[in-house]
């Protein structure tokens, strides 16, 4: 009786022993004796003590910074370049598998194999090229890395440069060019501005001078007009005397 007691306790502490929860950000993989024996999905699950292990993996997205490297451009500058990662391993069992069994510490792989890769991407290219072309670069990198890791289970979800630095006097070289071409422009845009009102007045001179020769001009129409009609009022009037003093000749000729 004792024994059976002793084995029903034995039994329960085996069986608290072996319970295993996975959370639903994680996957398992269960080992027996040192063999994959079966995968783990998210909630209870239940191992035998000793003799099987069970191994959490993370399947929710990751972030790995690639460090900052100096990197020769192709027109003999060294670049400071720093860039992150986001990655996930897949959330099926072969997956899963592949991520333990087929690299060891891929996060390690991805950030020497990121490193690697942007060394021979920005490599090719002048630093002014690699600052204007970002985006290439991104993609350039994130499909490098897709085709490395497609045997380890990892999805390379996207990549992000952080920095594309020249040395200190390039950098203090560049910032004097472009202080000097912002006051360039602001100087046209003064003189745009200064001659955009200067045309202004001109065309306001203009028009005043315009409307004044109108209104001399007009003056000058209507006293003319004004003469015209006094002569020709004058005209009538002596015409009419005139016949009146030939009428009154005649009549004193008669008597």
């Not at 191992?47 to 959490?56: H, R, S, T």
């Not at 993609?139 to 996207?158: C, D, F, P, Y």
């Not at 009102?197 to 209507?222: H, M, N, P, T």
């Amino acid at each position: 009786m004792l024994i059976l007691k002793l084995f029903f306790l034995a039994g329960i502490v085996i069986f608290f022993m072996g319970i295993r929860i996975v959370r639903p950000t994680h996957r398992g993989l269960i080992e027996r004796l040192g063999k994959y024996h079966r995968f783990a999905n998210p909630g209870f699950n239940w191992i035998i003590p000793f003799i099987e292990n069970l191994y959490p993996v993370n399947i929710t997205e990751q972030m790995v910074d690639a460090e900052p490297q100096e990197i020769i451009t192709n027109d003999n500058l060294n670049a400071r370049v720093d860039a992150q990662v986001y990655f996930k391993v897949k959330a099926d069992e072969q997956s899963v598998k592949n991520s333990i069994y087929n690299v060891n510490n891929y996060q390690w792989q991805i950030v020497n194999l990121a490193r690697t890769t942007l060394r021979n991407i920005i490599g090719t290219l002048t630093l002014k090229s690699a600052n204007s072309e970002r985006g290439k670069i991104n993609s350039e990198l994130h499909k490098t890395l897709m085709a490395e890791t497609a045997n380890w289970g990892i999805e390379i979800v996207r990549t992000e440069l952080k920095e594309i630095d020249p040395p200190k006097d390039v950098q203090e070289t560049m910032n004097k060019v472009v202080k000097a071409e912002n006051e360039k422009i602001a100087a046209i845009d003064f003189a745009t501005a200064t001659e955009t009102v200067a045309d202004g007045e001109k065309r306001a001179q203009i028009k005043k001078a315009e409307a004044i020769k109108q209104s001399r001009i007009l003056q000058a129409e209507g006293e003319a007009e004004a003469i015209r009609l006094v002569n020709e009022a004058a005209e009538k009037y002596f015409v009419g005397n005139a016949q009146i003093l030939r009428k009154l000749q005649a009549v004193e000729t008669a008597l």
